[in-house]
């Protein structure tokens, strides 16, 4: 008889999302006279910029003809994609990375949760609480989670930084040694944003301990301070213990479409292999690379168009994420985040339980959020709302609490 995988079996309920997602179907399923306003998921709701589509326009056109189809492509991501992305997100910065060091892919998620595959399973794995689901989860999958914990709703074999308002929601480095830690800034929940100094802490602890940091950096385009780093490449020392994960989703609306792109420096080598051989050889046997069409579509927004046309799109979702940070904070509530970030933490009013504050908020005011305890035991009594939703359903949804309140 097949054995399987045993892990999922100790995985808890259903991916976050989808609990989420079900709640509000169920609710709406009760009460189909019911608007909903969802500010739950963070997706994006604005349309491709004129700029992508044109490129992938064009791009449909080309695969129409016998000169112009592309079948398979690079697993890697086209040469014109990991260039332009060398150019425009790193060396623009002043720093330095090499398109062999780009791989491009259908999404920061894939990325974060396959990254493990070339990792040993007796990593000590360090992560935020609250965290991003799917670097837990995924942990949880391949075995480097020990078991559920239910009255804790923490797994046994992890590193739990605790991100509180009391360290301004940042992680502090673990007593325990660390192998695998796992950042994410801007912080999807938290939308807190570490500086230069607090993420070279990491790199030197890092590369001290032959740790490795997966740094997820799918939200930078919402940084506004010019003096927070966009991506760990800008700290001394990044090359030679830290991957990247970076995503078209959040930064140019590819939710839908699909594309984003991991970094693996050249010298970053562990146990005597190079990690950025390694992902290659893991991306060239279980991925076949990224549409065509869609790549076209990325490249577009290195365009000088197609850049002014992205950053309006981010102004747009950073204004409604000032727009529920003010219009909260002013109803009383405590808001955090959504400066540098396009998601507002939010405590919940008189210590109530983070789900409980959800469905309340789901059926008085209508409006779906996402509870702060399903990212973890730290995230209990918080809720974190997106700014990704449209700018008049997002002002109504903010009338509405308020008027619940
Ligand atoms: C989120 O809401 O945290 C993200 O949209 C989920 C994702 O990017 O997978």
Known sequence: ?????????????????SEVARRISAYTAAHPEAKIIKLSIGDVTRPLVPAVTEAMHKAVDEMGTYEGFHGYGPEQGYPFLREAIAQFDYKARGVDIKPEEIFVSD??????????????????VAVCDPVYPVYVDTNAMAGRAGDYVEAQGRWSNLIYMPCLEENGFMPQIPKERADLIYLCFPNNPTGSMATREQLKQW???????????????????????????????EIEGARTCAIEFRSFSKTAGFTGNRCAYTVVPMELERDGA????????????????????????????YTPEGHAQVMESIAY?????????????????????GVNAPYIWLKTPGGMGSWDF???????????????????????????????????????AVERVKSML
Request: charged fraction near 20%; proline fraction near 4%; hydrophobic fraction near 40%.
């Open 1 to 17: 008889m097949v054995k399987i995988n045993e892990n999922y079996g100790k995985l808890p309920g259903s991916y976050l999302f």
């Open 107 to 124: 999404g920061a998620k894939s990325d974060c949760g396959n990254i493990g595959d070339i990792f040993g399973v007796d990593n000590k």
């Open 203 to 233: 790199v030197d602890y890092a590369n001290e301990n032959g740790s490795v940091i997966l740094y997820d950096s799918a939200y930078e385009a919402f940084i506004t301070d010019p003096d927070i780093p966009h991506t760990i490449f």
């Open 274 to 301: 190079k990690l950025n051989t390694m992902w290659n050889r893991r991306q060239t046997t279980k991925f076949n690379g990224v549409p065509y069409v869609v790549q076209r579509g990325a490249a577009a927004i």
């Open 317 to 337: 979702y950073q204004k409604n994420a000032q727009v529920i940070r003010e219009g909260l904070t002013a109803a009383g509530l405590e808001c955090f985040g």
């Open 358 to 396: 959800f469905d309340l908020v789901l059926d008085k005011a209508n409006v779906a959020i996402t509870p702060g305890a399903g990212f973890g035991p730290s995230g209990e009594g918080y809720v974190r709302l997106t700014a990704f939703g449209d700018a008049e359903a997002t002002r109504q």
